[in-house]
């Protein structure tokens, strides 16, 4: 079965990590150690093998190893079916985090092509209660994973939001100010909307064709005042237009993919998610990234390099055990994090198992 894998990954000075060197086969990865031992700070560098900012979201300057702050470089040979990619990244000085694929320069639109990442982190386990940010970026991570040209959309409809923004800070009123980048906002808007309508029907394809041990999330796209527009460029730059008043009192921009939100549902007991146990919340959280996981190899032939941090302390034995079976039968390599070997018994030799100490300020990695 081919496989998407970190076969090597080598970090030197990010975050917690002076000099480490780690080699892999496609097997699940159980880390463990104490807590502040720098178990997330390799969930996180392998998060940088995919576009955006990574599992923290942080900005380069952020990652570099304190107090050395002499910048820091994430390197990794990929493999993807029967081909080895050696991706590099890094930052000095604190700026913008820069990227080679082969030894040529890329962009990260270039890296979403080859390295499918998901993950889930404990910051998303309020998901389902907290504002509507967050449930967006949520829904744009498993778009980003179907549609690599997701990301670059959301950028250019974002730039073009804040300079109409500007203008209606400005109370500007002139409507020809406006024409030019309100038709950028449509033109990428509509692309947007699609690419985010198309992953939810990916990912409840997937939770319906499978028996899992988790409970489905039903998700439904909304936004604030259930605005609906077409595929048409043309009749989302109308409605901008429409709201150009209502927008000038405001001060920003009201319509639009950027006020979009997700709905959960508790697919078994039609209850909200947020309505749900924190122990229900968890689980189907747990259930949509193995959907997409396994929308995603259905679509590409290879399962997804999935990083879950933190994920095995929410489960009961059974449920950890059914998880574990789980990414066995998707053949996905995944790095899971925990406080101690306990955690991920009923793995057994089916992973690799990496323990992490800290020794004199630095992390330290030995396979076990």
């Not at 000099?19 to 998060?47: F, H």
């Not at 998901?127 to 959309?153: C, K, V, Y």
Request: charged content about 25%.
């Amino acid at each position: 079965m081919p496989n998407l894998a970190v076969e090597s990954l080598n970090l030197s000075h990010f975050r917690s990590h002076h000099v480490v060197q780690i080699a892999c086969d496609p097997r699940p990865v159980a880390i463990y150690g104490a807590n502040g031992a720098g178990k997330t700070n390799i969930l996180e560098a392998i998060s940088l093998l995919s576009p955006g900012r990574g599992v923290r979201r942080s900005s380069a300057e952020e990652m570099t190893r304190r107090p050395e702050a002499l910048g820091w470089k994430v390197s990794a040979v990929l493999r993807t079916q029967d081909r080895l990619h050696e991706i590099e990244t890094w930052s000095q000085n604190g700026a913008a985090r820069q990227l080679r694929i082969d030894g040529k320069a890329a962009t990260q639109v270039m890296l979403g092509r080859i390295a499918r990442v998901l993950w889930l982190i404990p910051a998303m386990d309020r998901l389902w209660i907290e504002g509507a940010e967050g449930r967006r970026r949520f829904l744009d991570r498993m778009t980003l994973s179907f549609d690599p040209n997701h990301g670059e959309q959301v950028l250019i409809y974002e730039k073009a939001m804040r300079e109409r923004n500007r203008l209606l800070k400005n109370q500007v009123t002139d409507a020809h100010w406006y024409r030019a980048i309100e038709g950028q906002m449509a033109a990428t808007g509509v692309k947007i909307r699609k690419a985010r309508e198309e992953a939810l029907a990916y990912i409840h394809a997937a939770q319906d064709q499978a028996e899992t041990a988790f409970p489905t999330a039903h998700l439904t796209l909304t936004n604030p005042e259930n605005i609906e527009f077409s595929a048409n460029s043309d009749d989302l730059a109308e409605l901008l237009a429409d709201y150009r008043s209502r927008d000038l009192a405001a001060g920003r921009t009201l319509a639009g993919p950027h006020r979009d939100d997700v709905f959960g549902v508790f697919a078994a007991k039609d209850v909200p998610a947020k309505d749900s146990s924190t122990g229900e919340q968890k689980a189907l959280l747990i259930s949509l990234i193995l959907a997409n996981g396994r929308a995603l190899k259905e679509q590409t032939g290879l399962p997804p390099i999935l990083l879950l941090d933190e994920v095995a302390a929410h489960l009961d034995a059974a449920r950890r055990a059914a998880l574990y079976d789980e990414i066995c039968a998707l053949g996905a390599q995944a790095w899971m994090s925990g406080t101690g070997p306990e955690l991920f018994e009923e793995l057994g030799d089916r992973a690799q198992h990496l323990l992490v100490t800290e020794v004199e300020g630095k992390s330290k990695v030995d396979l076990q």
